[in-house]
Structure formats: C-alpha cells, structure tokens
C-alpha cells in the first residue's frame, strides 16, 4: 500500500482549460516535491516545499502553479497548458532537508497528463 | 553541475544470471546516493541510500555498494519480478539528480 497518492490517475485536457493535481501523504514528512517525467527520461524536479513554505522553484513556467494547503497535502494547478507538457506528473514526501540534503523520497503513483 | 551516469541503458538477464548496474556520479559534496526502483508508468519506488565509499546496504536480491566515484546495484538470481527501471540519484546541495537510469529485464 502507497502512502502517498494522488488523483487523478489520468488526465486530458485542453490548452484552454484550468485544472489541478492532488497528492496526499500520510507519512508525517513536512517536504513534499512535485517532478515532471518524461517517457524513457529521469524525474526533473519541479517545487519543493518544507514546512508548507515554497522553498525551491527551479524556474517552472507560471503556467504550473502550486500549492500546499497543510503538512498532508498537495496540489498543482494548472492554466493553459501547452502540449509538450504532456508527462507524468509525481508527487513525493521526504524528512525536511537539512544542511541542503535532500533525504531519500516516497513517490506516489502519478498523474498521467495528456495537453491536447 | 551535478551528473549521473548510468550503464547499461539496458540489460536482459535470464532467471538466476546475476549482474550488476552501475551509476557514476559528479557532484559537489555527495550528501546522499539514492537507489530506486521504477515500474512503467508508476512512481519510483525506494529501495536503499547510501551515504559513504564502502557503505553496503541489502534488501532481499539486491545489494548496493558505494565508492568515491561510483555506486553498483548487485543483482544475485534475479527473478522475472525484477523486471522493472532501476534509477540512480545523488543529492547534492539542495538537489537531487537522477540518473536516466538502467531498464532490465530478466526472462524465465
């Protein structure tokens, strides 16, 4: 059993249309991530958030948008998308980085997103 | 700019023909080296980290070991279950970078 999920599992959506992703976890870790995965290609890491605070955005275009209302949750909005952001989106949860180490990570299972 | 490389991109094992897969890293000051292990279309699932040259973790089949340079996933009488995309990641100073990572596939 994962003890991170998220929903939904699968999305389509126009380029025109507003959307968002929701990751929950229920591992008592105050850091939570958002990565974006290309087919046959590594996670690139997209948000970091500890302690709720934004503390890393590795520059995403404002078209992502996210969001951590408490310590369990996590959302990503999403405003007029292009195509070539067609991925799966992950969501993961880790003890709170310290000294600038970022501790081994749960993921969930993802969002497959379709841009059409 | 921190870099994992791994080798083999790819590598076909019958069952019980250990290996290993092997992840050559870069980085400023290694603050962790991260095993995980990736089913298609499913979030990367951890298996071990590793934070010195001559650390060894185990977990059932598989053991990973880690030098200054590089880190090695042994692979003892995989099974067909083992199937799946194995990444490598270090965390560096606020970062974590994975590895495109090594697709092994064991045949009965």
């Known amino acids: 059993d994962t003890e991170v999920t998220q929903t939904p599992k699968h999305l389509v959506m126009g380029m025109t249309n507003k959307k968002s992703l929701k990751c929950e976890q229920h591992?008592?870790?105050?850091?939570m991530y958002w990565y974006k995965q290309k087919a046959k290609k590594p996670p690139e890491l997209m948000f970091v958030?500890?302690?709720?605070?934004?503390?890393i955005n590795e520059s995403v275009p404002s078209r992502f948008s996210p969001e951590c209302p408490n310590s369990s949750l996590l959302n990503l909005h999403l405003h007029a998308l292009q195509p070539e952001d067609s991925a799966l989106y992950l969501c993961?949860?880790?003890?709170?980085?310290?000294?600038?180490?970022?501790?081994?990570?749960?993921f969930g299972p993802g969002t497959r997103l379709t841009v059409t | 700019e921190d870099q994992v490389t791994q080798s083999p991109e790819a590598l076909r094992l019958q069952e019980g023909e250990s290996s290993s897969l092997n992840c050559s890293y870069t980085?400023?000051?290694?603050?962790?080296l991260f095993w995980y292990r990736q089913d298609p279309g499913k979030g990367p699932e951890f298996l071990f980290t590793?934070?010195?040259a001559g650390e060894e973790k185990e977990k059932e089949r598989l053991k990973a070991t880690l030098t200054k340079k590089e880190s090695f996933l042994h692979i003892t009488a995989p099974k067909p279950e083992d199937s799946a995309t194995y990444l490598c990641?270090?965390?560096?100073?606020?970062?974590?970078?994975f590895g495109i990572g090594t697709k092994l596939q064991v045949i009965p």
């Open positions: 990641a270090v965390s560096g100073y606020q970062k974590v970078t």
């Open positions: 958030y500890s302690y709720e605070k934004l503390s």
């Open positions: 980085v400023s000051g290694l603050r962790g």
């Open positions: 590793l934070y010195s």
């Open positions: 591992m008592g870790h105050r850091a």
């Open positions: 993961a949860s880790s003890q709170v980085p310290l000294a600038g180490a970022i501790y081994e990570q749960y």
